[in-house]
C-alpha cells in the first residue's frame, strides 16, 4: 500500500490487492480479485445517488468494486483490498477534491 499512499505507517508494507464482492444463491459474500480484463461484474463503479443506495452497495456490491458515494456523504471513493497474505478485507475510504492549480501547502501525513 505504501507504493500508492504516502505513508510512514506500518500498515503501508501490506500487499494488497484490489477485489469485488458478490453475495452467491445461498446468501454467502464471495470476494473475487478485479483486474482491467477480469472481474465479476460489467462495471467498474457504482454512483450512487442517496445513503440508502450506499447501505444497499454495503450490503450486496454485485460484484462492483468502487462506490461512489452521494455528493452529500463526505468520501469521494470507497473501494475493498483483500491482503495478499492474511486475506484479511480492508475497505478504503478516501475524500478526494480535484483544483485547478497545485497546493502548495505541505502534504499531512498520517
Same mark, same amino acid.
Given at each position: @500500500? *505504501?507504493?500508492?499512499?504516502? $505513508?510512514?505507517?506500518?500498515? *503501508? %508494507?501490506?500487499?494488497?490487492? %484490489?477485489?469485488? &464482492?458478490?453475495?452467491?444463491? =445461498?446468501? #454467502? @459474500? #464471495?470476494?473475487? !480479485?478485479?483486474?482491467? =480484463?477480469?472481474? $465479476?461484474? +460489467?462495471?467498474? *463503479?457504482?454512483?450512487?445517488?442517496? !445513503?440508502?443506495?450506499?447501505? $444497499?452497495?454495503?450490503?450486496? !456490491? =454485485?460484484?462492483?468494486?468502487?462506490?461512489? !458515494? +452521494?455528493?452529500? @456523504?463526505?468520501?469521494?471513493?470507497?473501494?475493498?483490498?483483500? =491482503?495478499?497474505?492474511?486475506?484479511?478485507?480492508? &475497505? %478504503?475510504?478516501? #475524500?478526494?477534491?480535484?483544483?485547478? *492549480?497545485?497546493?502548495?501547502?505541505?502534504?499531512?501525513?498520517?
Amino acid at each position: @500500500m *505504501g507504493e500508492v499512499f504516502d $505513508t510512514d505507517q506500518p500498515w *503501508g %508494507l501490506r500487499k494488497v490487492t %484490489l477485489v469485488s &464482492l458478490k453475495r452467491s444463491f =445461498d446468501n #454467502q @459474500m #464471495q470476494c473475487n !480479485p478485479v483486474s482491467w =480484463d477480469s472481474g $465479476t461484474s +460489467d462495471r467498474l *463503479g457504482y454512483k450512487a445517488a442517496s !445513503p440508502e443506495n450506499v447501505v $444497499t452497495f454495503l450490503n450486496n !456490491p =454485485d460484484g462492483k468494486c468502487v462506490l461512489f !458515494p +452521494d455528493n452529500h @456523504m463526505g468520501p469521494g471513493v470507497a473501494c475493498f483490498f483483500q =491482503d495478499v497474505e492474511t486475506k484479511e478485507l480492508i &475497505l %478504503l475510504v478516501l #475524500q478526494s477534491k480535484l483544483s485547478k *492549480g497545485l497546493n502548495r501547502k505541505p502534504v499531512w501525513r498520517h
